[in-house]
T-cell receptor, first 117, second 113 residues
Framework: DSGVTQTPKHLITATGQRVTLRCSPR?????VYWYQQSLDQGLQFLIQ???????AKGNILERFSAQQFPDLHSELNLSSLELGDSALYFC????????????????FGPGTRLTVL | QKEVEQDPGPLSVPEGAIVSLNCTYS??????FMWYRQYSRKGPELLMY????GNKEDGRFTAQVDKSSKYISLFIRDSQPSDSATYLC?????????????FGTGTSLTVIP
């Protein structure tokens, strides 16, 4: 158990709908990362938040947004869902060093499996 | 061209074999190299973490980085059925805007008893 929790474990919805995925980082970790994992694309970095602020952005679609709250939990919002958005969505957390310094270890949650029908 | 390339396998070996897993990359700014293990329906877990070039050993696992060739490897000695999983390489560069991690697509490994 990594100490990172994600809810829900499974989500089934229809095209055009909007869903929210939730992540609670490990105790003491200030940074949260979101990833999308599909069979053909592998693990794709979406976005990173550090202590409530966006720090790095990857291949995140405009239909997707995220935020990190004062209690450090994070939510990933996916809207106008398409069939191709079906994937595993992982959250990872880390202590995260100050900007521009050494990278650190990410601990992954169990993931949310999203199925868009 | 993808930032990180990894042969997806699948790779099937007998118990006790030495396993070699590899990734290549194109971005010379990468300085941190990681290997994650992912069991089916679970999140990735960190196995090894190395900085810059060289070798690092941890039990049956050895990670190698050759920055001149932009090539990293993970060796598993005396492989066990419990090593059956997907292995993901990951890399990052330190940036003023934060650390973005790039993952390979993963190599599926099965160790046969």
């Amino acid at each position: 158990d990594s100490g990172v929790t994600q809810t829900p474990k499974h989500l089934i919805t229809a095209t055009g709908q909007r869903v929210t995925l939730r992540c609670s980082p490990r105790s003491g970790d200030l940074s949260v990362y979101w990833y999308q994992q599909s069979l053909d694309q592998g693990l794709q970095f979406l976005i990173q938040y550090y202590n409530g602020e966006e720090r790095a952005k990857g291949n995140i679609l405009e239909r997707f947004s995220a935020q990190q709250f004062p209690d450090l939990h994070s939510e990933l919002n996916l809207s106008s869902l398409e069939l191709g958005d079906s994937a595993l969505y992982f959250c990872a957390s880390s202590v995260a060093p100050p900007t521009g310094q050494a990278t650190d270890t990410q601990y992954f949650g169990p993931g949310t499996r999203l199925t868009v029908l | 061209q993808k930032e990180v390339e990894q042969d997806p396998g699948p790779l099937s070996v007998p118990e006790g074999a030495i396993v070699s897993l590899n990734c290549t990359y194109s971005n010379s700014a990468f300085q941190y190299f990681m290997w994650y293990r992912q069991y089916s329906r679970k999140g990735p877990e960190l196995l090894m973490y190395t900085y810059s070039s060289g070798n690092k050993e941890d039990g049956r696992f050895t990670a190698q980085v050759d920055k001149s060739s932009k090539y990293i490897s993970l060796f598993i000695r005396d492989s066990q059925p419990s090593d059956s999983a997907t292995y993901l390489c990951a890399m990052s560069a330190v940036r003023n805007t934060g650390n973005q991690f790039y993952f390979g697509t993963g190599t599926s490994l099965t160790v046969i008893p």
